[in-house]
Each structure stands twice: as C-alpha cells, then as structure tokens.
C-alpha cells in the first residue's frame, strides 16, 4: 500500500494513523473479509503494491483502533470477572486458514461483545445490519470451536457524529452517542454452513472473474423525485440559507414518464428533481476501483 499525505499533515499525525497494529497472523482470509465482497478481496491482494491510501482516510480506522486498544487495557484488569479481550481464533476450512478476532469474551456468561465506532444512522432503527450480524456469529462459531458456549451477542456502538439537537428532534435518532444492539444468534450449524458458502466464493474469485452484486456496490437506482418548487429558508450561522425542498410522501419514481404525469397532476407549485443512479461502494469507498473492470464497465455505461 503507497500512503500519501495530500493536505501535508504534520508527520507524527501521518506515522500515527499509518502506525500498522493489525496482525493477521497469516490468515488466508479474516472474518471481516469473508462477509465483504470476494472480488475486492482478491483484487486488494492481487494489487497490494499499487493501492494508495490518503493519511486523511485513516483517521476513522486510528479511531477505532484507539476505543479498542484501550477498552483492551480495561479487560485485563477484569479476568476475575471472567473478560478476555481482543484474541484472535483460528480454523482451517476447504484447506484454508481463516481467523477473526472478537473484543470482548466473557466465558463465565458466554456473552460476546463487539466494539463499533461507527455513524448514527447504522444505529437509527436499532437493528443490526447484515454484516454485522454476519461477522458476529462467525465469530461465535470459531469461539464454539474452542469448546466455550454463546448465550448473548452485542454490539457496542460508539456514534462518532452523535448531535445532541437531532436526538431531540428525531424520535428514531439515536438518542445517546452510545448505543447497545441486540444481534440474533444463529445456530452452529446455520453458522458453519455460511462460513463454507463465503470460503467457496472467495476461492472462486481468486480463479475467475466474479462480479459485485448490487449490495456490494451499495448501488442506488436513477430516480426523478418530485418535490414543492419552495425553497426551505434555514439557518446557518449569522445567514438564512434556502435549501431544496425534500420529495413529497410517495413522490420517488423509478419511471420518469410516470414522474412527469404525476407533475401535471401536482400543477405549478411542484418540480422534478432528477437524481442519478450511483454504486456508492465504487465510487467513494472501495479501494480497488480503478483496478475493477466491472466497475469501468459501468462507469462507460453511464457515459461518464
């Protein structure tokens, strides 16, 4: 991985971020990478050496890295509670090594803990999402395969942009700027099937060419939106600002001409906003998509 330091940041913030803590301990593949796409696995693998990564886009990982680190500290002042913290489990499955890591065990309970420093609308409904839940339970099952039992699965989710004025504004907002979620435990045998179906995947995607689905693109599709032509007048600072209008209850449409039969209905006061389709995953997030011709592909069929 080349790391740059485009907004020059001083040097000991660069070596800090950058500052590599993570230890595989030569796992083919980490839990955390088998729930994620097998094409971007493979492709990170096979262009490690050409991938850059900004200082600037660490500063969540360092952050996360810190909240574990210390919460690990606190643990092992508590093995007579029981908590172990931050160990990383092995299995061979189709003759490849696979290993995950939890943060916090606690044998005498069999409760499982995952510390999460993540955004507020992960935890706007307080559910899980898939992966989460996903990545949990595998983890489960490789602490089952050392002899212990799961009874209780949470996660410990810490909202680095929690805003205190929304929480009193939005009822579904999370409300703390730390959030305890209850993750469904699977059986063993649901967890060992899942574990051998992600396995499968990303051998294939190291042999053939496999493509993202929607999900791993988090793709959106075009939509043409409509919404009141008025503008919102909001305050920011010292100045009122005008800001676009939301669409109207039930005005999403994946159909322009049925957008535009809707509009003649509304009458003048309403307007189309037409909003793009977009892979989110490919075009902010993913460090591998100058690499992917799937993605290139699509980026050709949008005309862009």
């Given amino acids: 991985m080349k790391l740059t330091n485009k907004l020059n940041l001083p040097e000991p913030f660069v070596r800090a971020v950058s500052e590599k803590t993570y230890d595989n301990q030569g796992s083919w593949r980490t839990v955390t990478e088998l729930i994620g796409p097998p094409k971007i696995a493979a492709l990170k693998r096979k262009h490690e050496e050409e991938i850059e990564v900004d200082a600037s886009e ?3 990982t360092f952050q996360g890295e810190t ?3 210390t919460i690990e500290r606190a643990a092992k002042t508590m ?3 029981g908590w172990q ?3 990383r489990l092995f299995k061979k499955v189709q003759g490849k090594k696979i290993s995950g890591a939890y943060d916090l065990f606690n044998p005498k309970t069999g409760e499982l803990i995952d510390v999460k420093n993540s955004t507020a609308w992960k935890a706007k409904r307080g559910e899980a999402p898939a992966e989460w839940v996903q990545q949990c339970n595998l983890l489960a099952h490789l602490i089952r395969e050392k002899g212990h039992d799961v009874r209780r699965i949470r996660i410990v989710l810490i909202i680095r942009d929690h805003s205190k004025p929304e929480s009193r504004r939005d009822p579904e907002y999370p409300q703390t700027p730390v959030v305890q979620i209850e993750i469904p435990i699977w059986t063993d045998e649901e967890a060992k099937a899942f574990l051998e179906d992600r396995v499968r995947l990303h051998l294939l995607a190291e042999t053939e060419e496999v493509e993202c689905s929607p999900e791993d693109r988090w793709a959106k599709p075009t939509i043409w939106a409509i919404r009141k032509t008025e503008k919102k007048k909001v305050k920011s600072g010292n100045r009122t600002v005008l800001i676009p209008s939301r669409a109207i209850p039930g005005g999403l449409y994946a159909d322009e001409e049925k957008a535009k039969e809707k509009l003649e209905q509304l009458g003048n ?3 189309i906003d037409y909003r793009p389709g977009e ?8 460090p591998v998509a ?5 993605y290139q592909k699509l980026l050709t069929q949008q005309g862009k």
Avoid at 279 to 285: D, E, V
Avoid at 290 to 294: E, I, L, M, T, Y
């Fill in 290 to 294: 100058k690499f992917c011709a799937q």
């Fill in 58 to 60: 660490l500063v969540y």
């Fill in 269 to 271: 006061a309403y307007e």
């Fill in 79 to 81: 093995c007579k509670e």
């Fill in 85 to 87: 913290a931050e160990e």
């Fill in 67 to 69: 909240a574990h680190a």
């Fill in 279 to 286: 892979n989110t995953r490919c075009a902010l997030y993913c």
